[in-house]
């Protein structure tokens, strides 16, 4: 298998649908997957500009594909596979007449493969580049501990039953030595015995005394890399996950670990309790001796399994609205918001003899209540929960579903303020005082504690949630958001800060560049390219040092920030599917805009973002040749609003202009740079099924929008017009010209001598543009 797509099916299932996204409407994963060697030797990138080089590499697929099918014939194995003879006939029957678009699909295709391990492989760096190497020295350390230990119980067996062989003799040699008279010196022998026998015994004891503590030296360093270095990278891989970062945040790894050390710890802890149960059983003059290494050994095991279970609560899902899935840490109040702690020593025996209860408890000891100016206060409304353990994912869990938070009131004055009067008088004093946070800029967090008795240990772990910012409207979220971006790429220590936007921190454009992709990731599940950041770059980055400061990205109205929030809240309701195939664009000027397609055929056009609205809107740009002219013409953007009633495709496919003559033509014809529409399209667009036109009950004739604009290009003579591609006459202005001339001037034709049509053609005052006019045909 070939080298691309084997690295991509290493990735993990989020990236791996990404990958499939790609190809979906466009060519059968299947044929990628293979025909992925010869697909990956073929230069896609020429044969989408040469149509030989296309046919040539559609060749060369067939006859792979031809190959494999007679293949599966001489083994036996047509079952057991694809079925290559159908995939050839998709190819033929879809591409052997126009070789180019499969050219131009694959090129796309295996450019956004490219860019797809690329994003992987940055997310990666945010572990340990020796992530994998160090999980198997933790597996290695674990199974070698494991078997330390099954050698130590077998000497602990051993010694049981040499202490017993010691035992019986001592208690049985008289009466032995009566039944058989006649041995010579029989109590100098049993003597010399019962001091081998001891002797053995006590090497014994310090051999299983060694095994203990060389698996506690051992255990301590598993304890030490799972405390200090797996859990905290974990916590900031969830950093970055929760503000979009495609990051493994799977805890199945960290819980075998911690699971697996609390085993053996405690396994330690009940070998130490019968070797002190042996010698009280047997009486032995040694167990002083034995006790005092016996106890400091306990304490050391009783010291690593606090540390481990110390650090065994963590909280699995970030606090999150329900309603806002896609913006953890970001909480209104009085709405309600969930949150997931997960105690990773999942041991039977904890969930069977402990009743582990978790309570949340809000800025419980938070120092900045106290130092920050109009710090708010708030009040958790949630019960505490048991742990247990679900059998979806089998983790022993807490589930916290319903959670809501209610501000205090300081005072009259505050409670006689709106939520949004608050909000702005915060607002203005954090701009006028350095010691005061805005709103969006206050941090909060959740404390989980929990009470564990278990094996001599009595502990109150506790855990905390990441700060989360409190609003009191929505349309403080975007406001918000910035703030649990901002933090969450500039914050990796413990405990967390607080009081973080006193400092006025900053990014480098590289790191707010990663964090505004990953938005439009998780959104549309497509990130944004160089050129798309280029852009960006521009609108954030005025210092010569190259930083984005805090108080220019968020506490500016003018931001660019709430700009692409507008975007992105685009996407996410009406854009996903064209926005994950690559279709849009985007984030082009207008000038730019018009030089790419000036090189480009007549009805290429291509789809940008709207700069001049904030709330989020989409245009696109077509350019035509008209009297011997290139002429780049762009649309009105479209709204949240519009596109609520009609998609995207659908005014695509249907968008037309009306010429001088009242008829229609559609100037749309490829997605920049060259795909036909009905391939970028088609698969999101189903043209409406022509049927009888039917009264409906209030008697009105069923009507259809159609979107039609004005056309802003000055008419061609008459003879182009009738060669203008994609014509379409409107149905109920389907009348002959001469026609349309008579009704418009009677009084000219009511004499004989009257302007012939050429004449009339040409006396005719100029077109002129206007902006689109959508029509309701009846």
């Known amino acids: 298998m070939s080298g691309q797509w084997q690295e991509l099916l290493k990735l993990g299932s989020d990236l791996q649908g990404q990958v499939s996204q790609l190809y979906t409407g466009k060519l059968p994963r299947e044929i990628r997957h293979y025909l992925c060697q010869p697909i990956e030797s073929q230069d896609w990138d020429s044969a989408a500009e040469d149509e030989n080089k296309a046919r040539a590499c559609l060749g060369a697929l067939l006859v792979c594909l031809e190959e494999q099918w007679s293949r599966s014939v001489q083994e036996n194995s047509i079952l057991q596979g694809p079925d290559f003879s159908a995939l050839k006939d998709h190819l033929l029957k879809n591409f052997e007449h126009n070789p180019l678009n499969l050219a131009v699909i694959l090129s796309t295709c295996l450019k956004e493969e490219k860019r797809i391990l690329a994003a992987a492989s940055e997310a990666q760096g945010f572990s340990s580049p020796t992530m994998d190497q160090r999980r198997e020295m933790l597996d290695r350390m674990i199974s070698n501990i494991r078997g330390m230990i099954l050698g130590a119980k077998k000497e602990t067996k051993s010694l049981e039953n040499l202490y017993a062989t010691l035992d019986f003799i001592q208690n049985n040699w008289q009466s032995r030595v009566e039944e058989h008279s006649g041995f010579p010196q029989p109590q100098a022998a049993v003597e010399q015995e019962c001091l081998n026998q001891a002797n053995f015994i006590s090497r014994t004891n310090q051999m299983v005394e060694m095994q203990i503590r060389e698996i506690l030296n051992q255990t301590k360093q598993v304890v030490e890399t799972l405390s200090d270095v797996e859990l905290p990278e974990w916590k900031h891989r969830q950093q970055i996950a929760c503000i979009g970062g495609p990051v493994d945040t799977s805890l199945d790894h960290l819980e075998k670990w911690f699971t697996a050390v609390a085993e053996v710890l405690l396994e330690i802890h009940k070998q130490l309790q019968k070797l002190r149960d042996i010698l009280v059983k047997y009486k032995r003059t040694e167990a002083s001796s034995i006790s005092t290494p016996m106890a400091e050994i306990e304490t050391h095991v009783l010291s690593l399994l606090k540390k481990l279970l110390s650090n065994a609560l963590v909280v699995e899902q970030q606090t999150v609205m329900t309603n806002q899935p896609q913006r953890p840490l970001v909480i209104k109040t009085g709405v309600r918001f969930t949150a997931k702690v997960r105690f990773l020593a999942n041991l039977t025996e904890f969930v069977q003899k402990c009743l582990l209860k978790v309570t949340p408890k809000f800025d419980k000891g938070v120092e900045e209540a106290k130092t920050i100016k109009g710090f708010r206060l708030f009040e958790l409304s949630s019960d505490e929960k048991v742990m247990d353990v679900y059998t979806a994912g089998g983790g022993l869990e807490a589930d916290f579903g319903h959670m809501l938070l209610k501000e205090k009131k300081r005072g009259l004055k505050v409670t006689q303020e709106t939520s949004a009067a608050v909000s702005k008088r915060k607002r203005n004093k954090s701009e006028e005082d350095p010691n005061h946070l805005s709103v969006t800029e206050e941090l909060h967090i959740i404390k989980f504690e929990m009470k564990f008795q278990y094996a001599g240990l009595d502990l109150s772990i506790e855990t905390s949630s990441l700060p989360l910012v409190v609003i009191s409207s929505t349309n403080q979220i975007p406001a918000a958001w910035a703030s649990i971006m901002w933090f969450n790429m500039l914050s990796n220590s413990e405990p967390k800060d607080l009081s973080f936007f006193l400092k006025l921190p900053s990014l480098t454009w590289e790191q707010l560049a990663q964090v505004l992709s990953w938005q439009f990731l998780v959104v549309g599940q497509l990130g944004l390219n160089a050129d798309q950041l280029c852009v960006l770059r521009d609108k954030f980055v005025e210092s010569p040092d190259g930083l984005v400061h805090w108080k220019d990205f ?71 040749n008209a009297n011997g002219e290139t002429l780049v013409h762009a649309v009105e953007p479209y709204t949240k609003q519009e596109l609520s009633v009609n998609s995207l495709p659908y005014i695509i496919f249907n968008y037309s202009l009306k010429t001088q003559t009242n008829t229609n033509w559609k100037p749309l014809l490829y997605l920049y740079p060259d795909i036909p529409k009905g391939t970028a399209f088609g698969q999101y667009y189903k043209a409406p099924e022509k049927a009888a036109p039917k009264n409906g009950k209030s008697g009105y004739v069923a009507k259809n929008f159609i979107p039609v604009s004005v056309n802003p290009t000055p008419p061609p003579s008459p003879t182009k017009e009738l060669e203008m591609m994609d014509m379409d006459p409107v149905e109920d202005m389907n009348v002959d010209h001469q026609q349309v001339i008579q009704d418009l001037f009677p009084d000219l034709f009511c004499h004989p001598s009257g302007p012939s049509d050429s004449t009339l053609n040409q006396e005719m005052p100029p077109f002129q543009n206007s902006s689109m006019n959508p029509e309701i045909l009846m």
Do not use: C, P
Request: proline share 0%.
């Open 554 to 624: 968020s506490k500016i109205e003018t931001s660019a920030w709430y700009w692409i929030d507008g975007i992105l809240d685009l996407i996410r309701k009406h854009l996903m599917d064209i926005w994950r195939d690559g279709s849009i664009v985007g984030f082009v000027s207008r000038a730019r805009t018009e030089a790419l397609l000036r090189e480009k055929q007549a009805g290429t056009f291509l789809l940008r973002f709207s700069e001049s609205n904030k709330d989020g809107a989409i245009t696109f740009s077509w350019v035509e």
